[in-house]
C-alpha cells in the first residue's frame, strides 16, 4: 500500500512539472543588452550537447593524465603472466624431472618475480633436483624470512638439515616451527621424536599432553603408554616406585603393550601382589602371546618347584592354546621339571618344519632324556636352516629387546614379528649397549683380531646353541653409490615423498643422531 500511494505521488509531481513547462514554452536570455527568446527544447539540447562536451574533454584529459599509470599496470600485468606461466612451467618440468627445463624457468620467474613465495619455492626445488644444497638453504631461509612464507621456509630448512646430518638445527627449526605455528603436525613430531631419542621423556609427555586434543584418543593412550614404559625402564634402577607406578599406568593404558605388561607383573610379583600381576599377563597374553610374558609367569612366585612352575604354564597356554609361544613356554617349562613326555607332546605340532627355537628344544631334550649327542647335533644342524623365530624389529632392525623409538626416532616402531630374510646387506642387529660411533655408521660391533683369533677351532667352525638361537650374524652392508635425495613434489610438503608415502620395512639404515646420547640413555 506504501509503494502505491509513493508512486501515485511521484507521477503527481512529474504532471505538475509537465503543466508548469507547458505554460512557459518559452527562454528569454539577456546578454549585455541583448534580448534573445529561445525555445526550451533548444535550451534542453543545448545543455545535453554542453554537458557531453566536457565530459569528453574530460575523458580525454584525464586518459593523458593517468597513461603513465596504466602504461605501468599494463606492463605489469603482463609481466605478472609471464611470471605465473614461468612458475607453472617450472614446476611442472620439476615434477618431470626435466633439470634443463627447470634451470630455464625458475631464473625467468626469479628474474620476473623475485619476491614472489611460489618462485622462490620454484626455485628451492630446482636447487634441490639439481643436488645444490647450499642455493636451497638460501632459498629456504629467504622463505623463512617472510611472514607469509615462514612455516614452508622452517620446514624446508628443517628437511636440509636432516639431509646434510645437522640433527642440532633441525630439532631447533622443528622447535620454532612448533612454537610459531602450534598446529603444524610435522614439527610436532619432529620435536616429539627427539625428544623420545635423547631419552627426554618428562619433556616428550608434556609435549604428548599439549597436543591431546588434537589426537585421537587409542592413538594418545598408546603412545602414552609406549612413553610411560620407557620412563620406567630408565627409572627403575634409579627410582624404583616411580618405575614401578609408570608401568602400571601404561598397563592400564595399553593392556595389550607387551614391554608394559611385563615390567608390571615383575614389580607387582616382587611385591607379592599376584593376583594382580597375574591378570596383567593373561590380558596380554590372550591378545600377544610373547616369551617374555612366560617367562614372568613361569616365575611368578619365588621358590616355586619346576613342577608347580609347569602347572602354572600349562593354565596360560590354554589361553592361546594353538600358538607355538604356548607350545614353547609349556615345552621349556616340561623339560626344567623332567616332564619329557609333555615336551614333545608341546612341539609335536610344529617339528615337521620347525623354528630355531623349536629345532633347539628339540636339541636339549635329546641331550637331556636319553643323552643322544648324534641326535642332539642333528637338530642343531637342522637349526641353521630352519625359519627364524619372531623378534623385535623395526625399519629393518632387529633388537634382542623392545625398545621405545626406531634408529631414526619413529616411536613405537618396534614389532615382535619375524624379520624380513634374505636381505643381501641387512642392517646390523641393535645391541644392549652399543657405542655410539657404531650406531652412528649402522655397523655391528665387532671384535678385535686378537680375539678372533685366540678362539679355537672348533669352536670357529660348529656353531653353539646359543650362536644358533640369537640368529645368523649381521652382514656388513655393501658399499653403494650415493642417490640424489628426492626433491618436494608439488603439492607436497618439503619431507613428504608423496601420496603414496605409507610406513613400509625397508633395509635402509637411518642414522641417528651423534649428539643426542640417546641410545645410551635409552639402554641406561
Known amino acids: 500500500m506504501t509503494r502505491i500511494v509513493a508512486f501515485l505521488i511521484v507521477v503527481g509531481l512529474v504532471g505538475l512539472g509537465a503543466a508548469w513547462l507547458a505554460d512557459r514554452p518559452e527562454v528569454v536570455l539577456i546578454w549585455q543588452g541583448t534580448r534573445a527568446k529561445i525555445s526550451l527544447l533548444v535550451v534542453a539540447a543545448a545543455v545535453l550537447v554542453a554537458m557531453a562536451v566536457v565530459i569528453a574533454l574530460w575523458t580525454l584529459l584525464r586518459a593523458i593524465l593517468r597513461s603513465p599509470f596504466m602504461l605501468r599496470t599494463h606492463f605489469h600485468r603482463r609481466r605478472g603472466e609471464r611470471a605465473y606461466e614461468a612458475i607453472s612451467r617450472g614446476l611442472i618440468a620439476i615434477g618431470a624431472g626435466d633439470l634443463d627445463a627447470a634451470q630455464k624457468h625458475a631464473a625467468e620467474a626469479k628474474r620476473l618475480a623475485p619476491a614472489e613465495p611460489l618462485a622462490l619455492l620454484l626455485h628451492a626445488q630446482h636447487a634441490q633436483l639439481a643436488g645444490d644444497r647450499d642455493a636451497a638453504d638460501s632459498a629456504f631461509r629467504a622463505m623463512a624470512g617472510r611472514a607469509d612464507t615462514k612455516a614452508l621456509g622452517l620446514h624446508g630448512l628443517f ?237 629393518g632392525h632387529t633388537s634382542q629387546r623392545w625398545l621405545p623409538v626406531s634408529p631414526s626416532g619413529k616411536l613405537d616402531a618396534f614389532e615382535w614379528r619375524v624379520p624380513l630374510t634374505g636381505i643381501a646387506a641387512a642392517p646390523a642387529p641393535i645391541e644392549p649397549h652399543p657405542p655410539v660411533a657404531a650406531l652412528a655408521l649402522g655397523e655391528p660391533k665387532r671384535e678385535s683380531a686378537p680375539a678372533a683369533l685366540a678362539k679355537p677351532a672348533d669352536e670357529a667352525k660348529a656353531p653353539t646353541a646359543e650362536a644358533l638361537a640369537a640368529g645368523p650374524p649381521p652382514r656388513r652392508a655393501e658399499a653403494s653409490q650415493p642417490k640424489a635425495e628426492a626433491v618436494i613434489p608439488l603439492l607436497h610438503a618439503p619431507d613428504d615423498p608423496g601420496p603414496d608415502a605409507e610406513p613400509v620395512e625397508s633395509n635402509e639404515t637411518h642414522t641417528p643422531p651423534q649428539d643426542a646420547g640417546g641410545w645410551r640413555r635409552i639402554f641406561g
Open 159 to 395: 628437511v636440509e638439515a636432516r639431509r646434510r646430518g645437522d640433527f642440532g638445527s633441525a630439532h631447533a627449526f622443528a622447535e620454532e616451527a612448533a612454537r610459531e605455528h602450534p598446529s603444524l603436525g610435522w614439527a610436532g613430531r619432529a620435536v616429539l621424536e627427539f625428544r623420545c631419542l635423547t631419552g627426554d621423556w618428562a619433556g616428550a609427555l608434556a609435549l604428548l599432553e599439549s597436543n591431546k586434543r588434537a589426537m585421537p584418543k587409542e592413538s594418545y593412550r598408546r603412545q602414552r603408554a609406549v612413553m610411560l614404559t620407557a620412563r620406567a625402564m630408565a627409572t627403575e634402577d634409579t627410582d624404583r616406585d616411580a618405575a614401578k607406578a609408570d608401568a602400571l599406568e601404561a598397563a592400564k593404558l595399553a593392556p595389550t603393550l607387551v614391554p608394559a605388561a611385563t615390567m608390571a607383573g615383575r614389580m607387582l610379583a616382587e611385591g607379592g601382589e599376584l593376583r594382580k600381576a597375574a591378570r596383567i599377563i593373561h590380558k596380554a597374553w590372550e591378545v600377544h602371546p610373547h616369551p617374555d610374558l612366560a617367562e614372568v609367569f613361569s616365575n611368578l612366585r619365588f621358590g616355586d618347584a619346576a613342577r608347580d612352575r609347569l602347572k602354572r604354564m600349562e593354565t596360560l597356554a590354554k589361553k592361546v592354546p594353538d600358538h607355538i609361544e604356548s607350545a614353547l613356554a609349556v615345552a621349556r617349562a616340561a623339560l626344567d621339571a623332567q616332564e619329557f613326555a609333555k615336551v614333545r607332546a608341546a612341539l609335536s605340532s610344529f617339528l615337521d618344519a620347525p623354528t630355531r627355537r623349536v629345532a633347539l628344544l628339540m636339541a636339549e631334550l635329546e641331550r637331556a632324556e636319553k643323552n643322544d649327542e648324534g641326535r642332539a647335533r642333528e637338530w642343531i644342524a637342522r637349526a641353521l636352516h630352519a625359519a627364524p623365530d619372531p623378534t623385535w624389529t623395526a625399519e
